[in-house]
């Protein structure tokens, strides 16, 4: 009899070692499982979300600087805004390209004729580029003497 005891004895305690998650435990668990994925998952959509807009304002930049390449390019007096603005299209993204020009000296409305009295002449061109669902628009500009 006391060989049994004892054996009762040795089974219950080693029971109470081995006792296991209680359901508190795993649902405690599965709370700090589903914060941290919520933390990882929103962390990679705002990566996704934040390349896609450098993305598109490199685009814009360089549509921009393109555009300001081909005024340079020009001579002076035919650097014009007409024909603006001008749609560009990217994958799936549509730029629109508008111009302003303003002249030197102040009041002038174009590049004058060599020789004029005056100067320095000269023309600011700035291409504002906008897009569908912007942020903000990309402007670049830059001076052309006459």
Known sequence: ??????????????????????????????????????????AVLTGITSTHLTTTRVAATNIAQQDIQNARAQAPAQVSAS??????????????????????????????SSGTPGGPYYVNVTDIVTWNSQHKPIRVDAVIAC
């Open 1 to 42: 009899m006391r060989t049994l005891t004892n054996r009762i004895r040795r089974v219950r305690t080693d029971r109470r070692g081995d006792t296991g998650f209680s359901l508190i435990e795993a649902v405690v668990s599965m709370v700090i499982f589903a914060i941290v994925s919520t933390a990882a998952v929103t």
């Open 83 to 112: 024909g603006y603005p001008l749609t560009v299209t990217q994958g799936n993204t549509t730029y629109t390209v508008a111009r302003q020009l303003s002249y030197s000296p102040s009041g002038a409305s174009s590049c004058p």
